[in-house]
């Protein structure tokens, strides 16, 4: 069993979907299934309807799924847990109070060493725990060796007792800390791999001894991917617009581009453009660099063009506001110029727009119109402008000129034989 576990605290943003791509193509690739669980026992963070829009966002990648779970359907079994391990003495309740504990932080600040919890409660007499009437946090007792794994990006990754602390499992309120229901969801659910950023790899030892103290003997394998770096070189931020994956699909990026970059960026595919469901058959998790991937729109924008090509014309044309085989060829004619579906808009937009009847041509424009509009329908381009030119009398960039701006709103572009086929059963709308 996978598991792909976002917070509903936010957006989705690129590296979220990275994972959860990498997720639902090792499960395919393993056989096992995939389940999402919404990470929501911190509920002073949670946004209501976040959970609704990742699971959205995921179903548009097509990503698929076995079944959702939120984290906060557990709890009980975190505090059973957490019962069965202070009964074991492998945790113990801390009447530290937060005054003490910041105090504490502070003066380990001051010498310029890392905070650790001083031991204060770890051993205090029972009848003291039991007559205590202050707040307590539960925590785990530090492990009393080291903590190492094989990483499927990193290669082996080696923690000390001290690295991992004495780490709080339950807070006062008696609800579970992230760690602590990381872990006991991963044993609940039967997790066999993990998949997550590498900001996730100090708490995996954690998890790990969590899992250890708990005795559970199955072995969990990880994999934390690379950060992704903005064009300076820098970490990502939620503030950047392209981290977002809203805003991503907002400029008019297709959700197969953006797939594809994703899985591309820090790897070495046998081709550069192709689609998730390709992906699956040559996708290698330990191939992936160790190395920050860095986000480059522009490579971006040229995968996002080689997919509008992949498009037929009645999806294409359903992307640029229409349902017509014809838009989504007349859209084809453009896609060398464009990089999103909305310079693809841009560009189909003016067909549909008044034209310009008070400029240069804006008499013949006119005459044109009127004949559209009177006119039976023709099929032919020849015999269409032939038969302006017979009952206008145009000539000339006086009639050329016109009948361009008549068909396309525009005084240069495509050929109007080539456009022409495409516009003609519209051509009674773009008149009135």
């Known amino acids: 069993m996978l598991r792909f576990a976002p917070s509903p605290t936010g957006d989705m943003h690129i590296g979220n979907l990275r994972v959860a791509l990498f997720n639902f193509i090792m499960s395919k690739q393993l056989n096992e299934e995939l389940i999402i669980r919404i990470e929501d026992t911190d509920k002073e963070r949670n946004i209501e309807g976040k959970d ?9 990648f097509n990503i698929e799924y076995s079944q959702v779970i939120h984290q906060s359907s557990h709890v009980k079994f975190h ?59 539960v925590r785990l007792k530090k492990p009393l060796k080291s903590v190492s794994f094989t990483d499927k990006v990193k290669g082996k990754l080696t923690f000390e007792p001290n690295d991992i602390d004495s780490i709080i499992i339950l807070r006062q309120d008696k609800n579970p800390t992230y760690n602590f229901a990381c872990a006991c969801d991963d044993i609940l659910n039967d997790i066999s791999l993990v998949i997550r950023g590498e900001d996730h790899v100090s708490n995996t030892p954690k998890q790990i001894a969590i899992r250890d103290a708990l005795k559970y003997e199955k072995k969990i394998e990880y994999a934390h991917l690379p950060i992704i770096l903005d064009t300076n070189g820098q970490k990502m931020s939620k503030r950047d617009n392209a981290s ?5 699909l907002s400029e008019g990026f297709l959700p197969e581009a953006i797939s594809n970059y994703l899985i591309l960026i820090g790897n070495k595919p046998p081709v550069e453009v192709f689609t998730l469901k390709e992906a699956l058959e ?35 044309s359903r992307y640029v506001g229409f349902a017509d085989d014809e838009i989504g060829a007349l ?12 310079d693809l808009r841009e560009k189909i937009k003016p067909y549909f727009e008044p ?58 572009g495509p050929e109007l034989a080539i456009v022409y086929p495409l516009i003609k059963n519209f051509l009674k709308e773009i008149a009135s």
């Open 282 to 316: 040559w996708f290698d998790l330990s191939k992936i660099s160790k190395s920050p991937a860095k986000f480059d729109i522009d490579k971006l924008r040229f995968l996002n063009r080689e997919h509008m090509k992949r498009l037929d014309n009645k999806e294409l």
């Open 52 to 60: 609704k829009e990742i699971l959205d966002v995921l179903n548009l």
């Open 355 to 412: 034209r310009d009847e008070d400029g240069e041509f804006g008499e013949g424009v006119k005459i044109i119109k009127k004949l559209i509009l009177k006119s039976d329908h023709i099929q032919d381009f020849n015999d269409f402008k032939e038969h302006v030119i017979n009952e206008t009398g145009l000539e000339g960039k006086n009639f050329l000129k016109p009948l361009r701006i008549v068909l396309t709103n525009s005084q240069d």
């Open 244 to 248: 977002s994956i809203k805003w991503l």
């Open 79 to 137: 505090r059973n847990f957490a019962i069965a391990l202070m009964h074991d003495k492998k945790a113990f309740n801390c009447f530290c109070s937060t005054e003490q504990l910041e105090m504490d932080k502070k003066e380990a600040k001051e010498k310029k060493i890392a905070y650790r919890y001083l031991g204060r409660c770890e051993n205090l007499p029972a009848d003291q725990v039991i007559d205590n009437m202050a707040p307590f946090t």
């Open 331 to 342: 859209a084809k004619i453009y896609i060398d110029e464009c990089n999103t579906l909305n």
